[in-house]
């Protein structure tokens, strides 16, 4: 029951993040979903190293919302915010690894398609500064989306897709074209993605 209630707040913190989308509300609300689902992690009963690996995760997302929350179009705060999703990516991955995501599978070519693909189409609206951080968060994100896929859970899957989407919805918003509906694609995307990545992990933690 704890933990539905917890799912429960998530629920309305995202509906009010979503839906105030251009408020002042938004600094309580963004900053608050990451945080609910650290203590959805504490409160599933893992293991101590497993529990931390996942709130180590999660803090990472939460320092990236936070940057990328700071109003205004400062490289820096953009750069710090691609730079703690990026160690949130790698810690994902190191996740999956441990569940023993290690092969080789033919799914690393439309991974790999779509980076390079989405990359060279992005490529020349770049900032000349923007382009190495870009790529190597772009080639963390495809690894993780290509790991979660070696793992025999839908909702992981799922919710590394989503993380793949609300990203490139990001990106494409940033630096090609900014339609009106750019920030309720990418949060309703993120928070999915979020909630599905972590109940999933819980899940296939606390049967190991």
């Given at each position: 029951?704890?933990?539905?209630?917890?799912?429960?707040?998530?629920?309305?913190?995202?509906?009010?993040?979503?839906?105030?989308?251009?408020?002042?509300?938004?600094?309580?609300?963004?900053?608050?979903?990451?945080?609910?689902?650290?203590?959805?992690?504490?409160?599933?009963?893992?293991?101590?190293?497993?529990?931390?690996?996942?709130?180590?995760?999660?803090?990472?997302?939460?320092?990236?919302?936070?940057?990328?929350?700071?109003?205004?179009?400062?490289?820096?705060?953009?750069?710090?915010?691609?730079?703690?999703?990026?160690?949130?990516?790698?810690?994902?991955?190191?996740?999956?690894?441990?569940?023993?995501?290690?092969?080789?599978?033919?799914?690393?070519?439309?991974?790999?398609?779509?980076?390079?693909?989405?990359?060279?189409?992005?490529?020349?609206?770049?900032?000349?500064?923007?382009?190495?951080?870009?790529?190597?968060?772009?080639?963390?994100?495809?690894?993780?989306?290509?790991?979660?896929?070696?793992?025999?859970?839908?909702?992981?899957?799922?919710?590394?897709?989503?993380?793949?989407?609300?990203?490139?919805?990001?990106?494409?918003?940033?630096?090609?074209?900014?339609?009106?509906?750019?920030?309720?694609?990418?949060?309703?995307?993120?928070?999915l993605a979020q909630l599905l990545l972590i109940h999933a992990l819980c899940k296939l933690q606390a049967?190991?």
């Amino acid at each position: 029951m704890k933990l539905n209630r917890i799912l429960v707040a998530y629920g309305i913190v995202s509906i009010v993040e979503l839906l105030a989308s251009h408020s002042a509300i938004r600094y309580v609300t963004k900053p608050l979903l990451m945080i609910l689902l650290g203590v959805y992690v504490y409160a599933f009963g893992l293991k101590p190293a497993v529990r931390n690996a996942l709130l180590f995760t999660l803090l990472f997302a939460w320092l990236g919302d936070v940057f990328l929350l700071i109003p205004g179009n400062s490289a820096l705060y953009f750069q710090l915010g691609l730079g703690s999703f990026l160690v949130m990516q790698l810690a994902y991955i190191r996740l999956f690894i441990k569940l023993s995501a290690t092969r080789l599978t033919y799914l690393l070519i439309p991974v790999l398609v779509y980076v390079v693909g989405f990359l060279g189409f992005l490529y020349p609206n770049l900032p000349g500064a923007l382009v190495p951080p870009v790529l190597v968060y772009a080639l963390a994100l495809g690894s993780m989306l290509y790991f979660a896929s070696q793992i025999s859970s839908v909702q992981l899957r799922v919710g590394a897709f989503l993380f793949v989407v609300s990203d490139s919805l990001l990106a494409f918003g940033k630096f090609y074209f900014e339609y009106p509906w750019n920030s309720f694609a990418v949060m309703s995307t993120y928070i999915l993605a979020q909630l599905l990545l972590i109940h999933a992990l819980c899940k296939l933690q606390a049967q190991r």
